[in-house]
């Protein structure tokens, strides 16, 4: 799809430097690969490793919760359930609910918010995140794409 800005989850730390190079080498601008214990997202559940592309190189780090002021949890806080449960977790978190749910989409989004070049820090993104569930416009545009897509 030639994505010029890309934050990509992986399965295993190994393909990151691989696949950030990948994706410079596919035009991205700037690309952040992510593998966080054991997950192919950001986690709240430790440290999560990360390669980014940009100006033409790849840079390695790695990203915790409290760079954008959150406990570290227990993989058992994050895992989902039955369908419904998770559709319930959702909407409950874009009604505002806090707690770990919250967290780690602070965390995604902000990684997705540096990388489309809309914040310079995770806690800039989180804080810029959490504005937009807290005062409803993330609730509104599920609520679009399910009216269009039903």
């Known amino acids: 799809a030639r994505a010029r800005r890309q934050l ?3 399965y295993d730390p190994v393909l990151l430097q691989p696949l950030a190079e990948a994706l410079g080498r596919l035009g ?6 992510v593998h966080g214990q ?3 997202e950001l986690t709240t559940t430790g440290v999560t490793e990360v390669a980014e592309w940009k100006d033409g190189a ?3 780090f790695t990203v915790s919760p409290s760079d954008i002021g959150v406990e570290t949890v227990g993989i058992e806080a994050l895992r989902g359930g039955e369908p419904a449960e998770n559709a319930d977790a959702l909407r409950a978190l874009l009604a505002g609910a806090t707690g770990p749910y919250r967290d780690v989409v602070l965390l995604n989004a902000a990684a997705g918010l540096i990388v489309a070049d809309k914040v310079r ?30």
């Open 58 to 60: 790849v840079r390695r």
């Open 28 to 33: 991205a601008v700037h690309a952040w690969t």
């Open 121 to 150: 820090t995770l806690a800039e993104g989180a804080e810029l995140a959490a504005a937009v569930i807290d005062d409803g416009r993330a609730r509104a545009s599920l609520e679009a794409l399910v009216r269009i897509t039903a």
């Open 8 to 10: 990509m989850g992986v």
């Open 38 to 40: 054991g997950l192919d």
